[in-house]
């Protein structure tokens, strides 16, 4: 008889030795996957934005010195940049390259070009321009946008009307 409770004994240590193992192996690989997956994720700053390469913020530092409030998102295969400089609210688009593509100020209404706003009081009079912008692309093109509702109509420099996006 006092073998058999010690046979089951036995049975019982080795189950739980086996569980405690078994345990541990989970957690080990628990552990590895976790830490995987924050590796392979984008760097994310303290702000909760992301945050792009190196290279791309040393772009972006050089062309924006006094840059404050920045906050990063990616937009496809590139990175944007919201900030303010010069008591001014603007954007900026970075390739991974560390190319600036475009910049983004935003503007007062009345700072759009005539034709703009002689084409926005026509086609969409009584809306409100919830907020306008100059774009300057890599190149020196230089676009406006004014934002309606949910709608942003892209302008030339001299105010004619290149497309609209709907959001």
């Keep these: 008889m006092a073998s058999e409770i010690e046979q089951i004994h036995y049975l019982h240590l080795q189950r739980n030795k086996n569980n405690g193992m078994k345990l541990i ?28 390469t190196d290279v791309i913020q040393q772009s972006f530092l050089k062309s924006f010195p006094a840059a404050t409030n920045i906050k990063w998102e990616k937009e496809g295969k590139d ?34 070009p005539a034709a703009a706003v002689n084409y926005l009081s026509t086609h969409y009079k009584g809306v409100k321009i919830a907020e306008a ?35």
């Design 79 to 112: 990175y944007e940049v919201n900030f303010s400089q010069n008591a001014k609210n603007m954007s900026a688009v970075f390739a991974r390259s560390g190319e600036l593509k475009e910049t983004e100020v935003m503007i007062k209404t009345e700072e759009l």
């Design 25 to 52: 192996i989970f957690c080990f690989a628990l552990l590895f996957f976790r830490s995987s997956t924050v590796i392979s994720q984008d760097k994310a700053s303290v702000n909760g934005s992301m945050s792009p």
């Design 133 to 167: 912008s100059k774009v300057t692309k890599s190149k020196g093109e230089v676009n406006y946008e004014a934002r309606l509702n949910k709608t942003d109509l892209v302008f030339n420099e001299e105010g004619k009307i290149i497309r609209t996006e709907k959001d």
